[in-house]
Nanobody, 129 residues
Framework: QVQLQESGPGLVKPSQTLSLTCTVS??????????WIWIRQPPGKGLEWIGY???????YYSPSFKTRTSISRDTSKNQFTLQLSSVTPEDTGVYYC?????????????????????WGQGTQVTVSS
């Protein structure tokens, strides 16, 4: 059973860079056929995907975040990370890391709650001075 756990600061100041880490257990992040995703949910709003990295290690970003997002991975630690720069209070929300098989990836991007996959419990991030 794959398990994911997000970690990082709960409070970030405006204009700073938010850094979150997802630690994976129960399977390697280089596992063939699996995608590793960062998703967030602002207060009172729906889930929105930020970016993802397939098992190959390449990266893809949502157009909404592309200019200020970076996703990387450390296979030796079985972790993947999110960096979101120039944050504003609108970046406040719960941030999730998740994993799905490539066959469920389109569902994950369009209807995250309907995709069969693995999710972390989420971590609250507040952007405030």
């Amino acid at each position: 059973q794959v398990q994911l756990q997000e970690s990082g600061p709960g409070l970030v100041k405006p204009s700073q860079t938010l850094s979150l880490t997802c630690t994976v257990s129960g399977g390697p992040i280089a596992r063939n056929g699996y995608y590793w995703i960062w998703i967030r949910q602002p207060p009172g709003k729906g889930l929105e995907w930020i970016g993802y990295s397939p098992y190959s290690g390449s990266t893809y970003y949502s157009p909404s975040f592309k200019t200020r997002t970076s996703i990387s991975r450390d296979t030796s630690k079985n972790q993947f990370t999110l960096q979101l720069s120039s944050v504003t209070p609108e970046d406040t929300g719960v941030y999730y890391c998740a994993s799905v098989h490539h066959s469920s990836m389109s569902t994950m991007l369009s209807h995250p709650t309907k995709a069969a996959g693995y999710w972390g419990q989420g971590t609250q991030v507040t952007v405030s001075s």
